[in-house]
């Protein structure tokens, strides 16, 4: 599951994990590493702790990240479609 994870963001964005593990605060990377930060926490059985690891974070920010991307899916249809458009990508093969 996390590789299709990381298939569906390196198609949508460009970059794969290891790019977002990047200590940059851009709007580039740090919209991507939130959305797979998100789709890591719910569908798969990683921790926080696990999670912030793969991006080279601490758990507080994956928290962040999922709440973050929890509320913009809430008042942004576009956004929304988006996150949803990833995970019908990562849910098609299963």
């Known amino acids: 599951m996390i590789n299709k994870i990381e298939k569906a963001i ?3 964005f460009g970059y794969s994990f290891a790019e977002l593990s990047t200590p940059s ?3 580039i990377y740090s919209e ?3 959305i797979a930060c998100y789709l ?3 569908h798969t059985q ?3 702790e696990e999670i912030a690891q793969t991006f080279n974070r601490n758990h ?4 962040y990240s999922v709440k973050l991307i929890k509320e913009l899916m809430a008042f ?3 956004f929304y479609k988006v996150i949803n458009d990833l995970e019908e990508r990562i849910n098609e093969n299963i």
């Open 46 to 48: 990683m921790t926080l």
């Open 60 to 63: 507080a920010s994956v928290v």
């Open 25 to 27: 605060r851009k709007r």
């Open 76 to 78: 942004d249809y576009k």
């Open 10 to 12: 390196k198609e949508k």
């Open 32 to 34: 991507p590493r939130a």
């Open 40 to 42: 890591l926490r719910k």
